[in-house]
């Protein structure tokens, strides 16, 4: 299990999912991580720049981190992680605010 405010990231799902994700833990919360390993790197920084950029949130911390870990042969290889913390924006109501009236004012 996860722990609360952790969003573990994938490289098969759109960054936007994760976007999504972080603005519904925040709606409860005051900060997130969000976890990228090996290909899942890309998408974990473009979530949060996407977060970031809205308003949603600010940067808290930024880290890199070298897993080592043993592949399917037994054979110990290293993966690359990133870890970005992000705290809730003052500002993240207001987007949070403008992005449902504009979704709501968009459908048919």
């Known amino acids: ?3 609360e405010g952790v969003i573990r990231v994938s490289s098969k799902a759109q960054h936007g999912a994760y976007v999504t ?5 925040l709606q409860s919360r005051t900060e997130v991580q969000l976890h990228g390993l090996g290909e899942a790197i890309t998408n974990t920084i473009r979530a949060a720049d996407m977060l970031i950029s809205l308003g949603y949130t600010t940067l808290r911390k930024f880290e890199t981190q070298t897993l080592t870990e043993p ?8 993966r690359a992680k990133v870890v970005i913390t992000l ?5 993240f109501d207001t987007a949070l605010e403008e992005f449902e009236k504009s979704r709501s004012q968009a459908k048919p």
Request: proline share 0%.
């Open 87 to 91: 705290a809730k924006a003052a500002t």
């Open 71 to 78: 592949d399917e042969a037994g054979e110990t290889r290293e």
């Open 1 to 3: 299990m996860a722990a």
């Open 21 to 25: 994700a972080a603005k519904t833990q």
